[in-house]
């Protein structure tokens, strides 16, 4: 189970961000600095990571 996972932390305010990023950022479920959240590792949720890739910390 855990090899089909991605650990996905914010680590820069989405304040300033365009909307769209902000939103993006939402949908991953993540809400403030420093949150990780745990998803599945699939082409949309790495099409979303790539898009915020900027305010993110990932770990495999």
Avoid: C, F, W
Avoid at 21 to 28: D, F, I, K, M, P
């Amino acid at each position: 189970m855990a090899d089909n996972t991605v650990k996905v932390t914010l680590k820069k305010s989405v304040i300033g961000t365009k909307q769209s990023h902000r939103a993006t950022v939402r949908g991953l479920g993540l809400r403030r600095i420093n949150q990780t959240v745990e998803l599945q590792d699939t082409p949309e949720i790495r099409g979303m990571i790539n898009k915020v890739s900027y305010l993110l910390k990932l770990e495999a």
